[in-house]
């Protein structure tokens, strides 16, 4: 019985899926900084509930950022 062999990926295919990476990484970095401004904006105007909830966001959104980018 022959074993399934894999396929090499072209470089097309590589480079598309490094385009997705880095898009949904560049995504994610927006959110982090409307996250931020918006919380800014929060804490300035003494509303101070929304800084630990802000803060939990930003970090899953640099957990998930620097796994993507190790991902490459």
């Known amino acids: ?3 399934m062999m894999k ?3 072209t470089r097309a295919q590589r480079m598309t899926i490094v385009y997705g ?7 994610l970095v927006v959110l982090q900084l409307w996250l931020f401004t ?3 904006n929060a804490w300035l105007g ?3 509930t929304v800084v630990l909830p802000a ?9 998930l950022n620097i796994g993507l980018l190790r991902y490459l």
């Open 38 to 40: 918006a919380t800014m």
């Open 55 to 63: 803060l939990g966001a930003s970090l899953v959104c640099l957990l």
């Open 7 to 9: 396929r090499p990926t």
């Open 21 to 27: 990476i880095v898009c949904f990484a560049l995504i």
């Open 46 to 48: 003494n509303d101070n």
């Open 1 to 3: 019985m022959t074993a």
